[in-house]
């Protein structure tokens, strides 16, 4: 089983410039997560959906960041414009939960991408 | 406001010998708990977890321990092997299937 890719595996960029990150999750998995790993950090959720739909977006930074994820599968983050605080690795989750699954959830992470702004 | 701490940012353990990290929270609503490790250049993986109800969860060379009442769980690894270096991270939810909240990992290394 494939797991969770995500591209580009790096990024620089100036401050104030445009980004775009990719995850494409697990096959069939109904759950993607995107976290944002600051160095010496845990990750924190930034955006969870569930199929096409957003679940939690609280800690998005909406004025900057932006996601979708079309058709339930497929995902991209943007961030515009980019500041020097959003340096940090992206990593993209999925899980097969679906809505009406209430049990044990294990979420996949993907590689990650990291993104440092200059 | 962090409501899942790993004080020791780093740990350093002989091979054959026994790792113990270990993992603090504040937020009397999380219930169930993870434990994570990553290794560079790849993401988190899961590795154990344990819901509230339990005191202990036991995988093989990984034992979970959950101390409720201080808010504290730790990891055991038993023995102790050079692949076991890597980050790990604590992760806790409200329930099984709920929004993780990491900390902020510990560095483990495992001597020769």
């Known amino acids: 089983e494939a797991g969770v890719a995500q591209s580009p595996r790096y990024k620089i960029i100036e401050k104030r410039q445009s980004v775009a990150f990719w995850c494409n999750p697990i096959?069939?998995?109904?759950?993607l997560y995107w976290y944002q790993q600051i160095l010496g950090q845990g990750p924190k959720l930034l955006i969870q959906?569930?199929?096409?739909?957003?679940?939690?977006d609280s800690q998005l930074p909406k004025d900057r960041f932006s996601a979708e994820r079309l058709k339930g599968v497929d995902s991209t983050l943007k961030i515009q414009p980019a500041k020097l605080e959003d340096s940090a690795v992206y990593l993209c989750?999925?899980?097969?939960?679906?809505?009406?699954?209430?049990?044990?959830?294990?979420?996949?992470f993907g590689p990650g991408t990291r993104l440092t702004v200059l | 406001d962090q409501q899942v701490k790993q004080n020791s940012p780093s740990l350093s353990v002989q091979e054959g010998r026994i790792s113990i990290l270990n993992c603090d929270y504040t937020?009397?609503?999380?219930?169930?708990f993870l434990w994570y490790k990553k290794y560079p250049a790849e993401g988190p993986t899961f590795l154990i977890s344990?819901?509230?109800?339990?005191d202990k969860n036991e995988d093989g060379r990984f034992t979970v321990f959950l101390n409720k009442s201080a808010k504290h769980l730790s990891l055991h690894i038993v023995p102790s092997q050079p692949g076991d270096s890597a980050v790990y991270f604590c992760?806790?939810?409200?329930?099984?299937?709920?929004?993780?909240?990491f900390g902020q990992g510990t560095i483990l290394t495992v001597h020769p």
């Open positions: 344990i819901s509230s109800i339990k």
């Open positions: 989750a999925s899980s097969s939960r679906g809505e009406r699954h209430k049990g044990p959830d294990t979420q996949y």
């Open positions: 992760a806790a939810a409200p329930t099984s299937y709920g929004k993780l909240t």
């Open positions: 959906f569930q199929n096409n739909g957003v679940v939690d």
């Open positions: 096959s069939g998995h109904a759950t």
């Open positions: 937020n009397s609503m999380f219930d169930y």
